[in-house]
């Protein structure tokens, strides 16, 4: 599966201080990178309503949410999880 990085989940990286925040993300996308496919990347849930968008809570307070197709998986936000929660049901 090909990895793509939106320009959102960029700009919200961006923003994290946090450096184990930051290590902890990117420990997560060399897992994602390695994966076939999204079932051997077990800390991901399906959003209700949607059967191709992922969320997964890295840290106690964030969130990763991405968005698949047959041949790759896009990282589409990465924030604080009330914020994409409230996104992800509006």
Do not use: C
């Not at 897992?31 to 399906?46: D, E, G, L, M, S």
């Amino acid at each position: 599966m090909h990895l793509k990085i939106s320009e959102q989940f960029a700009k919200d990286f961006k923003t994290i201080t946090d450096q184990s925040l930051r290590k902890k993300v990117k420990t997560v996308l060399d897992t994602i990178k390695t994966a076939p496919n999204i079932q051997y990347v077990t800390q991901f849930r399906v959003v209700s309503g949607n059967d191709n968008a992922y969320k997964m809570g890295i840290g106690f307070y964030y969130m990763l949410g991405i968005v698949t197709s047959d041949d790759e998986m896009v990282l589409m936000r990465f924030l604080h999880r009330d914020v994409l929660l409230k996104a992800l049901n509006s």
